[in-house]
């Protein structure tokens, strides 16, 4: 049974940072695609960032510059570091993975086939 549990979120105030972690089991990890994505009340699940089997990524423009994207294989986990953050940031945060490589377009929800129960991240003004 695939599992990939989320944690970290929580309530900070603008220009504060978290740290998202992302623990992925019951399926063969290998370092395979991951990425995490976000979903704000009345909006659609957008694509936050990806990494690769090879280790490329791929950001957000909303982002860049303010999130770092990382994993430990050895740990199964993935992390989301997020520094500046604003009150824009805040969503639910997903966890997602692919059986393999990443989709083409890397930061396409539709192309993975792993989610994890989300952690709420919220800043405040």
């Known amino acids: 049974q695939v599992q990939l549990v989320e944690s970290g979120g929580g309530s900070v105030q603008a220009g504060g940072s978290l740290r998202l972690s992302c623990v992925a089991s019951?399926?063969?990890?290998?370092?395979?695609?991951m990425g995490w994505f976000r979903q704000a009340p009345g909006k659609e699940r957008e694509g936050v960032v990806a990494?690769?089997?090879?280790?490329?990524?791929s950001y957000a423009d909303s982002v860049k510059g303010r999130f770092t994207i990382s994993r430990d294989n050895a740990k199964n986990t993935l992390y989301l570091q997020m520094n500046s953050l604003n009150p824009e940031d805040t969503a639910m945060y997903y966890c997602?993975?692919?059986?393999?490589?990443?989709?083409?377009?890397?930061?396409?929800?539709?192309?993975?086939?792993?989610w994890g129960q989300g952690t709420q991240v919220t800043v405040s003004s």
């Open positions: 019951g399926y063969p990890y290998e370092g395979n695609c």
């Open positions: 990494i690769d089997r090879d280790g490329s990524t």
């Open positions: 997602a993975a692919d059986r393999s490589w990443c989709p083409a377009r890397k930061l396409d929800k539709t192309g993975y086939d792993y």
